[in-house]
């Protein structure tokens, strides 16, 4: 599995894992880093990686009222079927 393909599934799997809430971006990155391991995410690679769950509809991201710079992440139905999809080739 190639490193990008593993942060995706990852940043998946840290969504799925909060559920029903959604998870702040900073965090997101944080958390996803861990799971992967290795070494240390670059943020230009994560954000790479968020770019396109969410032009594959798998996550959605809502900005903060209070704070717009702050985006929180949420797995979608779709996205959920694509980590199952994943778990699966693993």
């Given amino acids: 599995m190639t490193?990008?393909?593993q942060l995706t599934v990852e940043i998946l799997r840290a969504l799925?894992?909060?559920?029903?809430?959604?998870?702040?971006?900073?965090?997101l990155s944080m958390q996803a880093g861990i799971l992967l391991g290795g070494p240390r995410v670059l943020q230009s690679e994560f954000l790479r990686a968020l770019k396109e769950l969410e032009r594959l509809h798998c996550i959605v991201g809502v900005r903060g009222d209070l704070d717009a710079d702050e985006i929180k992440w949420s797995i979608t139905a779709n996205g959920k079927a694509k980590l199952a999809e994943y778990q699966n080739q693993i």
Wanted: charged content about 35%; hydrophobic content about 25%.
């Fill in 3 to 5: 490193r990008k393909l």
């Fill in 16 to 27: 799925e894992s909060c559920v029903p809430y959604a998870m702040p971006e900073e965090t």
